[in-house]
């Protein structure tokens, strides 16, 4: 061999060592900050897993929260409901006790009258069988028309009931 090959070859297997060396530092280096990599993945991993459950249980407690709240509001507008159905028919019992005793005649209706102003008397023409009154003349009202003023004044009692409740309702679900 010629010292030229021998160059040559010398020359040849320094850059085969240098390559091999590359190759090796390049494989450590990667092995390196691939640990490094997966070190931060594994971290930021973590750090998303926890910020994740963090959202998870303040959603939870807000859901739960919600949750009570309006389990709360429908316990009180069933309390209402209760209440208002009690006095719905407390109402209707009355009237149809009212209704009775008019049609009965146990109860009449009866309304003021004028004072005749000619007489200047307050005192009635006649003596009722009780005793004698002094006071504003009445008449007595057919039990037909009373029946239709009880009617009347049952609607009315019924929409009063029925607004209340309403207006409970309302105040129930509104913030």
């Known amino acids: 061999m010629t010292p030229v090959q021998k160059l040559a070859g010398l020359a040849v297997l320094i850059l085969l060592l240098m390559a091999a060396a590359a190759g090796v530092t390049w494989q450590v280096q990667d092995w390196r900050m691939g640990k490094k990599l997966s070190e931060q993945m594994a971290e930021q991993g973590a750090a998303h897993q926890k910020a994740l459950d963090a959202i998870t249980s303040e959603a939870w407690k807000q859901q739960q929260a919600e949750q009570d709240r309006r389990l709360a509001t429908e316990k009180q507008i069933a309390t209402q409901d209760q209440k208002h159905i009690k006095e719905l028919s407390d109402a209707k019992r009355n009237q149809?006790?009212?209704?009775?005793?008019?049609?009965?005649?146990?109860?009449?209706?009866?309304?003021?009258?004028?004072?005749?102003?000619?007489?200047?008397?307050?005192?009635?023409?006649?003596?009722?069988?009780?005793?004698?009154?002094?006071?504003?003349?009445?008449?007595?009202?057919?039990?037909?028309h009373a029946q239709r003023i009880i009617a009347i004044t049952d609607d009315g009692d019924d929409a009063v009931i029925a607004l209340r409740a309403c207006q409970a309702y309302v105040r129930a679900i509104a913030p």
């Open 96 to 144: 149809a006790a009212l209704r009775d005793r008019l049609a009965t005649s146990d109860l009449r209706l009866s309304v003021l009258l004028d004072e005749d102003s000619a007489s200047g008397c307050n005192v009635p023409s006649a003596a009722g069988a009780v005793g004698v009154v002094h006071a504003a003349r009445r008449a007595q009202l057919d039990p037909a």
